[in-house]
């Protein structure tokens, strides 16, 4: 834990008392979004301190050149940058000619910034005393309609304490903004037009390179005790912005208020020449609808999402809070309401890692949105990676392998590798095993199989197609070995036979033939299109049997443990336990050779491979396995501790469990990793949300049944989850003396309760 000033609570996100210090992790801890576009908390009024500004739009990106001392062949050319787009959230507020900002207030008190999570909207209120020693109170709210997923909206007042004024407010639009990460300074975004209308003001602009056209929006309207005025504005035009002064001679006590609409729309959805049309459309309809009934909408639109998707806890406040936080942030980083779209690492709060798209969608995100929303949002997952398969093979291509074998990107925005790290570029390829096994994941869960031969074989194909090539027979081993690769465990690169890349080729191919001979059997004329399509031969096949069969996996005898890679027991294996405090994280305090030399984990790729294909382990080899490479674990990867978390509640190590939960949950909120001020970790509070349904509560499909062996740690009085199981809602509520069930459906459900059939009935309860 490296901060610990967030308020606990169980609905809202709390910050009292003005710190700027905290500044930077606040506007990353406090952003908002709805899906299509999103903000870092950053204040609306001017704020000369130490600030990181960022308001993003879904799926707009710039590739920016990738930037290394030598180029090797097969780089990739850019490394994607999620945008810095243009800033519609300003108001410059001046009170009898100075600026507030509260890096330069005599003082700021009363400070206090809520996220309130369970309606949707952001807050913020302090009571300054200017350099001119006029006091003000401020209170401001705002947020993302998730109705009106193009606009934004800001109420912001002003009330004078000690004195009359002549207030100002200033709203403007800004094109002229940079990115806080860039390879090259490169300019991002090119300004088209800038116009304005009456209250309203509009900025076209396109990316550079990718001409991403956009229409940067407001509206604004202005108040005196809450009675509307009607302000001619002093309209100022420059050649990046737009802003519209309303001034207004306030007396002391009385409150100045502006609300303002604003946000994006995008030519992705619209026509390009039209851009400004439609945004005067969007403008119509939320000044139509006002603040109040906007807020209202969006507290009833979060409720939909909250009754389908909530964790409740009782009896730990902190545990609640992290777990709401984790859910509310992934609810607004992707609602699966546009397939071409998918979840990014940091989301909508920063920029670090580039791209949209990382192996993290799969291997993480996929259990949470399958279950708490309609599988159709998980199949839309699963075809975005179908329709970039001609990418992936091009990938493959640049790499040297042919025959239509495909190499799924590392990171991504439209296919191709846009990552610019040679280590994950090049090596980090068990992202290929992890889409594979989404598809499976997934048709598990649902027992939709109709994705696989309308779309997912030729995508299974694809990777068995590369997993062959890859390998290498060694006949010094009479094995199959793949050399040069890193695994999840990011502190050792360009290891041989790493046992989770060697473990998933093998499982890939035996499950991509599993699925041809299903196909081929079952659905003839999808067959004989794909293979009309992808000239798969009987060879070809022959040769996925050799390496499946004959693949080899490190394994220590003495031990009794699969080895992360050759050469794991070379390292000298002093645990977690003997570093001091002051190193860590070891990625911000060593340098990258002592990391690669030391035993210490990132992230324990053996046990991920352990939890993936649990049901091929045994317990006691969970057991062997876990506590031989926990205590080498430094949980640097945010998508490290949920893992650990439900094999801990498997293992019934309860009390590290509960530890682990607590640091997937709270990861952000208490900064752990000290860097939450760079943006939230988005895709691995999938990871938290698994920990309470996969861990506590041992949810699996087994037998095609749901299955469950609730657990619950002794903090908590009770839990409770929903699972939206092939159409049917089931409640699960573990408390310290039982686990009751109801079922929302049409039919009854047959589930295992600690291996023990239960059947539930529609709308009854059964307690176990």
Not at 61 to 72: H, I, S
Not at 229 to 238: A, G, R, V, Y
Request: charged share 25%; hydrophobic share 35%; glycine share 6%.
């Amino acid at each position: 834990m490296n901060q610990d000033y967030i308020k606990p609570d169980n609905w809202s996100v709390i910050e009292e008392g003005f710190n700027a210090e905290c500044v930077k992790s606040s506007e990353s801890l406090f952003s908002i979004g709805n899906g299509a576009m999103g903000q870092r908390a950053n204040f609306e009024e001017q704020y000369s301190g130490a600030t990181f500004q960022g308001s993003y739009i879904a799926g707009v990106y710039y590739p920016d050149k990738t930037r290394v001392g030598w180029w090797k062949n097969g780089y990739p050319e850019y490394f994607a940058k999620v945008l810095n787009a243009p800033n519609w959230i300003g108001i410059n507020v001046s009170i009898n000619g100075e600026q507030l900002d509260l890096h330069t207030c005599k003082t700021v008190e009363n400070f206090r910034r809520e996220l309130n999570m369970k309606a949707g909207w952001l807050s913020r209120s302090f009571t300054a005393t200017l350099q001119n020693n006029t006091v003000v109170e401020v209170e401001t709210k705002r947020f993302l309609s998730l109705n009106l997923d193009e606009v934004g909206a800001i109420e912001y007042s002003v009330k004078l304490i000690n004195s009359d004024a002549e207030i100002i407010f200033q709203p403007y639009l800004d094109s002229g903004i940079t990115n806080e990460d860039t390879n090259w300074d490169d300019k991002f975004w090119d300004t088209l037009n800038i116009c304005n209308e009456r209250n309203q003001a509009f900025i076209e602009a396109k990316t550079m390179k990718t001409e991403f056209h956009t229409c940067t929006f407001m509206e604004s309207e202005v108040f005196v005790n809450g009675e509307s005025l009607s302000i001619d504005p002093i309209i100022k035009t420059e050649s990046n912005t737009v802003s519209f002064s309303y001034s207004k001679q306030i007396k002391e006590g009385e409150t100045y208020t502006i609300n303002k609409f604003g946000g994006y729309v995008v030519d992705t959805n619209h026509d390009k020449n039209e851009l400004v049309l439609a945004a005067k459309n969007v403008l119509n309809s939320a000044s139509e609808k006002g603040f109040n009934v906007l807020l209202e909408e969006q507290k009833q639109a979060w409720e939909r999402i909250w009754s389908m998707s909530d964790i409740t806890i009782s009896g730990d406040v902190k545990a609640q809070q992290g777990i709401r936080f984790n859910i509310f942030q992934l609810n607004q980083t992707y609602l699966g309401k546009d397939s071409r779209l998918n979840i990014g690492p940091k989301g909508f709060t920063g920029e670090k890692y580039g791209g949209s798209t990382y192996w993290d969608t799969e291997a993480y995100c996929i259990p949470f949105y399958m279950a708490t929303k309609d599988q159709n949002v998980a199949r839309s997952l699963l075809e975005y990676r179908y329709n970039h398969l001609e990418k992936a093979i091009e990938n493959a291509e640049k790499l040297g392998f042919t025959n239509g074998a495909a190499l799924y990107p590392m990171v991504t925005m439209n296919g191709e590798e846009c990552h610019n790290e040679w280590e994950i570029t090049f090596e980090e390829i068990h992202r290929n095993g992890a889409i594979a096994f989404a598809i499976f994941n997934y048709h598990r869960y649902t027992g939709d199989y109709s994705y696989i031969p309308e779309k997912g074989l030729e995508v299974l194909i694809g990777i068995a197609r590369f997993w062959q090539q890859r390998a290498t027979f060694s006949t010094a081993k009479n094995k199959y070995v793949i050399l040069g690769v890193t695994g999840p465990n990011e502190y050792e690169n360009n290891v041989n036979n790493n046992f989770y890349t060697n473990y998933l080729a093998q499982w890939c191919l035996k499950y991509a033939l599993e699925n041809v001979l299903k196909v081929e059997s079952e659905y003839p004329s999808d067959f004989n299109r794909i293979m009309n399509k992808v000239m798969l031969s009987e060879d070809e096949l022959t040769q996925w049997k050799a390496v499946a069969k004959n693949m080899y996996f490190p394994f220590s005898e003495e031990k009794q443990v699969y080895l992360q890679q050759d050469g794991f027991l070379d390292k000298e294996l002093i645990t977690v336990a003997h570093l001091e405090k002051a190193q860590r994280p070891i990625n911000q305090k060593w340098s990258w050779d002592r990391i690669l030399r030391s035993p210490y984990i990132k992230q324990a790729d053996t046990l991920q491979c352990l939890y993936f294909f649990e049901d091929q382990f045994s317990d006691e080899e969970l057991e062997r396995h876990f506590d031989f490479y926990e205590p080498f674990t430094v949980h640097e990867s945010s998508l490290s501790p949920c893992v650990h978390s439900i094999q801990a509640a498997k293992l019934d190590r309860m009390e590290q469990a509960y530890t682990f939960y607590l640091r997937t949950s709270r990861l952000d909120l208490d900064d752990y990793n000290n860097e939450v001020h760079e943006g939230l970790h988005i895709t691995s509070m999938a990871g938290t949300w698994m920990s309470i349904v996969e861990g506590f509560g041992g949810m699996r499909v087994k037998n095609d049944m749901l299955s469950f062996t609730p657990k619950i740690p002794k903090e908590w009085d009770d839990y409770s989850f929903k699972v939206n199981f092939r159409n049917q809602i089931l409640k699960v509520n573990v408390n310290q003396n039982d686990t009751k069930f109801e079922l929302e459906g049409n039919s009854d459900l047959e589930i295992l309760v600690n291996n023990v059939p239960v059947s539930i009935s529609p709308n009854s309860l059964i307690t176990v």
